[in-house]
């Protein structure tokens, strides 16, 4: 027999979204290997290309894969639960990658949020993951400035699934988590870039 969650519960989806998306795997990972924080060079942020560029290929290949997963775990934990509403699974998305970005357990200095924010759209449908890793790299290629593609991409996804008819949880989802990260990478708006790839600065000196 399924025990329902009284309502008042249903906003501690959410809550662990958040706690999950904090978890700064990033940091962690790179402290344990190198003894440095991550966010002390490079692009100064806990992500997962930082990371390859103090800590090596692997690593950076582990963090994206944790990263991924605290998006997918809390995300998946909302959907199922069939008596849960659309909009608390679309908070709990977006408060996974607002853990990441701002997470409680590193001062509120994080990472960017792609990465969590993919968890999320792969957990509500992989076509939704694939539609937003299709329009980020488009855009990145076509504007060939990865912060601003990011902005976009975090703009666009949801009208984009809306067009396509995709109006179902996937919709809001993307359309909660994608505001976040469009916010989030407006920091590095005016950055500059040598290798896109690996979201490096260019030598000034």
């Not at 975090?154 to 916010?183: E, K, M, N, Q, Y």
Request: one cysteine or more; charged letters at 10%.
């Amino acid at each position: 027999m399924t025990h329902s969650i009284s309502p008042i519960l249903y906003f501690l989806f959410p809550v662990i979204g958040y706690l999950f998306g904090s978890l700064p795997f990033a940091i962690w990972i790179t402290r344990f290997v190198k003894g440095v924080d991550v966010r002390d060079s490079g692009s100064g942020h806990a992500t997962t290309t930082n990371t390859i560029r103090q800590a090596g290929f692997g690593w950076g290949a582990l963090v994206l894969m944790l990263d991924i997963a605290k998006g997918f775990l809390p995300t998946y934990l909302a959907l199922s639960r069939n008596e849960i509403p659309v909009y608390i699974i679309a908070l709990t998305a977006s408060f996974a990658v607002i853990g990441h970005c701002w997470p409680l357990f590193a001062q509120f200095r994080g990472g960017m949020g792609l990465a969590t924010a993919g968890g999320t759209f792969l957990a509500v449908s992989p076509l939704t993951f694939l539609i937003s890793l299709g329009l980020l790299i488009l855009l990145t290629l076509v504007i060939r400035h990865s912060a601003r593609a990011s902005v976009f991409t975090g703009i666009l996804v949801a009208p984009i699934l809306w067009i396509f008819h995709i109006r179902d949880v996937s919709f809001w989802v993307t359309l909660g988590a994608g505001i976040v990260i469009a916010i989030r990478f407006l920091i590095d708006w005016n950055r500059h870039y040598r290798e896109l790839w690996l979201d490096r600065e260019k030598n000034t000196g």
